[in-house]
């Protein structure tokens, strides 16, 4: 694990973290930013990498049990995807309850479209919606907000 010792005294205790992208998108260095960005915070991430199936992704999840499922998708099925693949991880009684955000570039359209997506994701079961132009960074408020769980309460951020 790649860790700065500046970042590492910031990084209250490290999570484990499964790192995904939905089964259409191939797209990688997504996936390889994320992963260095939150094992130089101090986490351990388990990269599953680009086209992987929900089945396969569930089935880790459920072997893993992370904190934290972060999906990435840019392709611009991310409505699509991501809604199919929440709905097989929240009818699992091993996955129901994992916190799960998705991130990227989940259209292609913006403002109020998007605003909607985030929505449908959030009510569909996702634990927080990153939309594009969020700051991957903010992946580390979330973490930080497990630490005081409140009510399960999801949220959009843009
Ligand atoms: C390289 C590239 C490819 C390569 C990928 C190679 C590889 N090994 O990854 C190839 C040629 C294979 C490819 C294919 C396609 N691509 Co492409 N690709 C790109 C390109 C030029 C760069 C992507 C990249 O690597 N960026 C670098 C990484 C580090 O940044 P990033 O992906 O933007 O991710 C950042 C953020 O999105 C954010 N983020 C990402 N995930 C998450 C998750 C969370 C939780 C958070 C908080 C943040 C976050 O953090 C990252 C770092 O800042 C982009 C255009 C662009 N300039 O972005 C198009 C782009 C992503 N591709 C696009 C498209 C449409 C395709 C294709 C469908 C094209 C086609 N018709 O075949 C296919 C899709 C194939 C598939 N099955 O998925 C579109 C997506 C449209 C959209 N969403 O609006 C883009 C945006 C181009 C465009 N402007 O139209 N592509």
């Given at each position: 694990m790649l860790m700065n010792p500046v970042n590492a005294a910031v990084a209250p205790r490290g999570r484990t973290i499964l790192l995904s992208s939905v089964s259409s998108d191939s797209h990688t260095w997504n996936l390889v930013f994320l992963q260095l960005l939150l094992e130089e915070t101090g986490h351990r991430v388990i990269n599953l990498g680009a086209c992987v199936a929900d089945e396969l992704l569930v089935q880790e999840c459920s072997a893993i049990r992370p904190d934290l499922v972060v999906i990435s998708t840019v392709n611009g099925h991310g409505q699509v995807d991501g809604l199919r693949l929440i709905r097989k991880l929240r009818s699992e009684p091993r996955t129901r309850d994992t916190p799960v955000v998705i991130g990227g570039k989940l259209g292609i359209t913006g403002g109020a479209e998007a605003d909607d997506r985030a929505r449908r994701l959030v009510s569909a079961g996702f634990s927080a919606v990153f939309q594009d132009?969020?700051?991957?960074?903010e992946i580390g408020r979330f973490l930080a907000s497990l630490d005081h769980p409140a009510p399960r309460h999801p949220v959009a951020t843009s």
């Open positions: 132009d969020a700051e991957p960074t």
